[in-house]
């Protein structure tokens, strides 16, 4: 099944402590991204990347990074998450061009 | 900046009523655009998307939505929903740079059986 895997679907975690949410994609696809969703905001973009090695930053890049190492996985690094990141975080894959996001079931992070 | 306004927060029908949620999209940039609904608790699924051609698109469940340039807007329309339609409706436009795709703050659609 064409699908977008993210892990885990919820984390609590303390101020400080480093966390990765992984990321994986089985339809072969160029781009992958992260949004955050918050109540009131929509979906506001992180970071996107448009092949292996290269990445770029959305509207919200500020406390995260990313890598991509391999296209089918796609990384959300928080070196040092704060309280205000806790948030809905999507991952999401495309073929480019007009054909839009399939998006991943989430990851509801909390960090206390 | 780039920016996709949607401009109803939040909507309540009754059944078999019709739905028209209203998106305005930025001058400037792709008309590649899109409508997503979120069900409770779930992910974004596609439910249209408009590039070119015939301005009236048809989607999945019975969803359409009109891209009318002069007024850049690409509202959704469905001529009666039903009860499973409870979910928030999210409009998007592709950015110019490759790979950017904005969302608008999405509208939350109640229908009461």
């Known amino acids: 099944e064409a699908q977008v895997t993210q892990n885990p679907r919820y984390l609590i975690t303390v101020t400080g402590k480093k966390l990765t949410v992984t990321c994986s994609q089985n339809?072969?696809?160029?781009?992958m991204s992260w949004y955050r969703q918050d109540p009131g905001l929509g979906l506001r973009q992180i970071y996107y990347?448009?092949?292996?090695?290269?990445?770029d930053k959305g509207d919200v890049p500020e406390g995260y990074k990313v890598s991509r190492k391999e296209k089918r996985n796609f990384p959300l690094i928080l070196e040092s998450p704060s309280p205000n990141q806790t948030s809905l975080y999507f991952c999401?894959?495309?073929?480019?061009?007009?054909?839009?996001?399939?998006f991943g079931s989430g990851t509801r992070l909390t960090v206390v | 900046a780039q920016s996709v306004s949607q401009h109803n927060h939040h909507v309540i029908l009754s059944e078999a009523a019709s739905l028209e949620l209203g998106c305005n999209y930025s001058?400037?940039?792709?008309?590649?655009l899109f409508w997503y609904v979120q069900y409770p608790g779930q992910h974004l699924q596609l439910l249209l998307k408009?590039?070119?051609?015939?301005?009236l698109v048809k989607g999945i469940k019975g969803f359409e939505a009109e891209f009318i340039k002069s007024k850049f807007s690409f509202n959704l329309r469905k001529p009666s929903v039903q009860w499973s339609d409870t979910a928030e409706y999210f409009c998007?436009?592709?950015?110019?740079?490759?790979?950017?795709?904005?969302f608008g703050r999405g509208t939350q659609l109640t229908v009461w059986p």
């Open positions: 999401a894959s495309s073929l480019g061009g007009a054909w839009g996001y399939t």
């Open positions: 339809m072969n696809h160029e781009y």
């Open positions: 990347s448009m092949n292996v090695e290269v990445t």
């Open positions: 001058y400037g940039g792709t008309v590649n």
């Open positions: 408009y590039f070119s051609g015939d301005p």
């Open positions: 998007a436009q592709r950015g110019s740079t490759l790979g950017r795709l904005y």
